[in-house]
């Protein structure tokens, strides 16, 4: 039933009851009762003519995360800084099954936008705010990931083996931010550090977009000492318990 979730969400309209019979391979009684169900949840919606779409329930859903989600709750106060003393665009993001979702963005000082706005998938492999994830998941995702998606490793520069993906990553990790230039967007440069919960366990990264083609290596190192320790803050807030 929730993959027809799936199916209106990647769809550029509405989709029709046929359409959904085609795609899901269900019965027609089946497809009827799950529709209703979820109609009646919220979650779809449907217009004369114009198919089946997503419903007010994800709206709904989308301002109450906003709200109430730990991770941007902890961040939002400190990208607001973060981009006043380095213009650019901050994103905070996760990863959600095999990509990175941009759950909030800062911007300040910029004259250039960027796609990767809240609720915007980010390529696994490529950019430093998913790199920085990756690298520092642990070896048994990076080894699943790698044997899925093993050409994909190997055309964004991470390595054409296992063994060389893990070295690459490895080294992301020990120096504890990533910086990539124009592998997302052409013309900008993205440096990110993790977001960490209390076991140490990768849980998003923080990153800033900056409008430069790339940067000198000590320019590159100040803004990455400054983002990795907006991200430990973000981290740090994370993991202090709420008062009782």
Known sequence: MLSI??????????????????????????LYRYLKILSDAGFL???????????????????????RDPLI???????????????????????YKDKVLCVHQETAGVSFNSSYERGHARPLLLGSASRIILAFSPPRTIKRLFDQYTNEFKAAGIGATHEEAREFLAAIRAQGWDMTCGQVTVGVTGIAAPILDSNNQVVGSLSVTLGKSRLDPKAALKTADHIRLCAGIVSQTLNTPAPA
């Open 5 to 30: 979730i799936d199916l209106v969400e990647d769809a550029q309209g509405g989709l029709t009851s046929d359409v959904l019979l085609t795609l899901t391979g269900l019965t027609r009684s089946t």
């Open 73 to 95: 709750i902890a961040g939002r106060p400190v990208m607001v800084e973060l981009v006043k003393a380095i213009p650019g665009i901050a994103l905070l993001c996760r990863q």
């Open 45 to 67: 919606t449907s217009l004369p003519g114009g198919g089946v779409t997503l419903g007010p329930r994800v709206v709904e859903l989308d301002y109450k995360m906003r709200l």
